[in-house]
């Protein structure tokens, strides 16, 4: 499995952008994509994340309401639509594929692709 995320950039407090997540290869062979964030000096942290079986979206409380995880199969492509932005989501953003039994957890994830800068200016 080969993830290609894109989408980051600079944009102003309160602002909108939307990453997107190419998944190549047997992705058939995991059951959930997520995204993850990694701010600088802090560990890397969950954000969102979507399971196949059922399209069920998953979120951390801090971005609850203001970003959106969704897919399309056509294209094998996940997004993360992130909207209301803050100075605190300024992070690298990672999409990850796996059959993680909590979908929280990075350890569940077997395929990371390779980040996507986002960085809200204040």
């Known amino acids: 499995v080969q993830l290609q995320a894109s989408g980051g950039g600079l944009v102003q407090a309160g602002g909108s952008l939307r990453l997107s997540c190419a998944a190549s290869g047997r992705t058939f062979s995991r059951n959930a994509m997520g995204w993850f964030r990694q701010a600088p000096g802090k560990e890397r942290e969950f954000v969102a994340a979507?399971?196949?079986?059922?399209?069920?979206?998953y979120y951390a409380d801090s971005v609850k309401g203001r970003f959106t995880i969704s897919r399309d199969n056509a294209k094998n492509t996940v997004y993360l639509q992130m909207n209301s932005l803050k100075p605190e989501d300024t992070a690298v953003y990672y999409c990850?594929?796996?059959?993680?039994?909590?979908?929280?957890?990075?350890?569940?994830?077997?395929?990371w692709g390779r980040g996507t800068l986002v960085t809200v200016s204040s």
């Open positions: 990850a594929a796996g059959s993680p039994e909590k979908v929280v957890a990075t350890n569940g994830y077997d395929y």
């Open positions: 979507i399971r196949w079986s059922d399209d069920s979206p």
